[in-house]
């Protein structure tokens, strides 16, 4: 049975895609037991109820054993809505600090008395929260986290005595978000940060789109990191909104830097069919923003003067590279056409992102720069690569090089310590020229646009 087959029954089948992967999933089961209440026990033969949560329908032995194919969910246990137990919370776990909050419930560190494991348990407060909304997230966190660089989450649905909340358990992350990372970099986390990162990204994103299912929430807040140094342990959580490809939802957002420009042209209540082009262009987002260490705007509307100049370009409007995306190979920029397109239907596919992340040059070498070394007649030139490894700069040492951002932000420009008086003329001899006059025009044109919109939103609001 397939994925889509078993969702016209209320249920899904998850695919291992390989023994290594079966494995893993068998691990996983018997990892989680340790950290329940004693009173919970793994259950076989799962369904997923991804639209009805209260149509469970509990899988026979010959509907998930197929040849040739072996379920994830025959191996993760069983999941119904009689089954969401209430227990004493402080009696099994010791609660801590709060770790993060959102749109269905909040994130808390604790510790399971039992076998003093740090955990993180989700809760979704009552009555805010529907039970629908609690088992559907479940299913999908629990069934998904098969694989590898899913968020593990153990198996079992509780709420507490006093009926405050529901809340289930996953796995604790010690160490940062992908955002937290990026900031603390100042500048991006460099080419081969990106492609460890991708490539274990992709792979999640991959799996959930070949089982018909759009995470709809990629962000690099939902991107955590294990591994401080390597980015060997790289995986994605907060799966509250994701749903199954083509099902339709109420737009209830507010519009981000992540979403695409058909989630900012939408209004609150509008019905929306989910793509996986919604992933696509998040994770293209999220590509920019590792390697620039800051968003290519702040929404995909025209009326954001960045996102414009990049439409401009890309229907060759403009002849003009905007600035912001000099710093990119031509492959990078190849995957940015692919992605950023307006045109859903037009986007990439996550496979065909990871092929080009995987193997190809992502940033352009920085400009090598010549010069005399004072009271040396040997010319040294720099050949460091600002990009090589983690963001990092190692000058040669027969000459002192130091980095600064231009004013932009977009570009490394390096630069000797000390310069004679004919080598700061010949530097001013290069300065950019003074933008066109129609250059200026549009500027002015598109500040204007934006000042009259303003002022339109603020007279519907009064």
Known sequence: MNFQDALDYSSIELKSSSNQQRQKSEQLISKRSSLLPPTTSIRRHASLAVDNPSQQLIHNNHNTARKGSSSVVSKRGSVAMEQIKKIDLDEVYSVFKQLGTGRFGYVKLAEHKQSKANIAIKFFPRPQIKQSDFIRE???????????????????????????????????????SLREAVEASQGGIGEIAVKEIFSKVLSAVE????????????????ILIFDKTNYSRVKITDFGLTRKIDSTVKYLEYVSSYHAPELCETVVNEVLTVKYSIDVWALAI??????????????????????????????????MLPKRW????????KLFKKCFTSKPKDRWSVKDMRKLIVKEKLLKQPKVNSYIIPGSSTTTTNNSNAHSSYNTLEPQSSSTVC??????????????????????????????????????????????????????VSARDE
């Not at 800051?294 to 002849?319: D, G, N, V």
Request: negative net charge.
């Open 138 to 176: 479940y299913n999908f966190s629990f069934f998904l986290s098969a694989h590898a660089n899913i968020i593990d989450t153990y198996d079992g649905m509780f709420q507490t005595n006093d009926d405050s909340a529901f809340f289930f358990v996953q796995e604790f992350c010690p160490h940062a």
């Open 403 to 456: 980095t600064t951002k231009s004013e932009n932000a977009d570009e490394y420009v390096y630069y000797p310590e000390e310069t004679s008086k004919s080598d700061k003329k010949v530097d001013e001899s290069k300065a950019p020229k003074k933008r066109s006059l129609i250059q200026q025009w549009i500027n002015t044109t598109l500040n204007t646009m934006a000042e009259i919109s303003e002022q339109v």
């Open 326 to 333: 000099d710093a990119f190979s031509d492959k990078s920029l």
């Open 207 to 222: 799996f959930m789109h070949n089982e018909n299912l759009v995470h709809r929430n990629l962000k690099a807040e939902n």
């Open 286 to 319: 999220i590509f920019y923003y590792c390697l620039k260490g800051r968003f290519p705007w702040q929404k995909a509307t025209i009326m954001c003067k960045p996102y414009w100049e990049w439409e401009q370009w890309l229907k060759r409007k403009s002849p």
